[in-house]
């Protein structure tokens, strides 16, 4: 049974940080592509972030520079460093799992096969 589990929401000020964090269970992280996506009301689901089997990453334009994901292989969990925190960075946020290897920050969110439950991430200016 492969489950994500989020946690590391919350509320900040404008140009703040937040570090999501996604717990994996069922099968090691590394193996398949993750990512990360965002999601407001009424918006489709948008793709924030990857990181694939070998640890490279990729980030969408609008948040490239500011965030960062990595793996810890020990905890088998994923993390999503957020920093300079915009309000339009509010939304909420998912972890997912691709099991297939193929990795592209701009897939949709349709090819993924498992979801985290979401948290919400909420900047104030």
């Known amino acids: 049974q492969v489950q994500l589990v989020e946690s590391g929401g919350g509320s900040v000020q404008a140009g703040g940080s937040l570090r999501l964090s996604c717990a994996v269970f069922?099968?090691?992280?590394?193996?398949?592509?993750m990512g990360w996506f965002r999601q407001t009301p009424g918006r489709e689901r948008e793709g924030v972030a990857v990181?694939?089997?070998?640890?490279?990453?990729a980030y969408a334009d609008s948040v490239r520079g500011r965030f960062t994901t990595s793996g810890d292989n020990a905890k088998n969990t994923l993390y999503l460093e957020m920093n300079s925190l915009q309000p339009e960075d509010t939304a909420m946020y998912y972890c997912?799992?691709?099991?297939?290897?193929?990795?592209?920050?701009?897939?949709?969110?349709?090819?993924?096969?498992?979801w985290g439950q979401g948290t919400q991430v909420t900047v104030s200016s």
């Open positions: 997912a799992a691709k099991s297939t290897r193929e990795c592209n920050v701009r897939y949709s969110h349709l090819l993924y096969n498992y």
């Open positions: 069922g099968y090691t992280y590394n193996w398949f592509c």
């Open positions: 990181i694939d089997t070998s640890g490279r990453t």
